[in-house]
Nanobody, 124 residues
Framework: VQLQASGGGLVQAGDSLRLSCEAS????????MGWFRQAPGKERELVGT????????YYEESVKERFTISRDNARNTVYLQMNSLKPEDTAVYYCAASELSSNLLYRDYEYNYWGQGTQVTVSS
C-alpha cells in the first residue's frame, strides 16, 4: 500500500486547510486510518483516527472542534479538514493505515503503512 498525502501549505492563523491522503495498491475500506503530526523537536503525535466505515472518530484534545477526519472508501481517500488553524498546529502531517484492526487505533506502532508527510505551517 502506498499513501500519498497532499494539501499542506503556508497559511495564516484562523485559516483552513484540507489534507488528503490517497491510497494505491490496495483498497483501504477495511483499514483504520489515522493522521499524525510531528513538530520540530517534538515527538510524533496522533491528531485523529477514523474507523473503517467512517462512523467512529477520535481526536486529540487540542484539535477537537477544529479538525474533522472523513473518508471516501470509493475513492480510497481520507481527508483531514483543519479549521481555525493556530501557529501551534505547525508540523509535518502524516497519514497512516492499519491492517491490525478496523476500530480506532491510537498508537503509531499500530499502523502498518505511512504516507510521506505534508508540511503545514501556520503563521501568526
Amino acid at each position: 500500500v502506498q499513501l500519498q498525502a497532499s494539501g499542506g501549505g503556508l497559511v495564516q492563523a484562523g485559516d483552513s486547510l484540507r489534507l488528503s491522503c490517497e491510497a494505491s495498491g490496495r483498497t483501504l475500506n477495511t483499514h483504520t486510518m489515522g493522521w499524525f503530526r510531528q513538530a520540530p523537536g517534538k515527538e510524533r503525535e496522533l491528531v485523529g483516527t477514523i474507523n473503517w466505515s467512517g462512523e467512529r472518530t477520535y481526536y486529540e484534545e487540542s484539535v477537537k472542534e477544529r479538525f474533522t477526519i472523513s473518508r471516501d472508501n470509493a475513492r480510497n481517500t481520507v481527508y483531514l479538514q483543519m479549521n481555525s488553524l493556530k501557529p501551534e498546529d505547525t508540523a509535518v502531517y502524516y497519514c497512516a493505515a492499519s491492517e491490525l484492526s478496523s476500530n480506532l487505533l491510537y498508537r503509531d506502532y499500530e499502523y502498518n503503512y505511512w504516507g510521506q508527510g505534508t508540511q503545514v505551517t501556520v503563521s501568526s
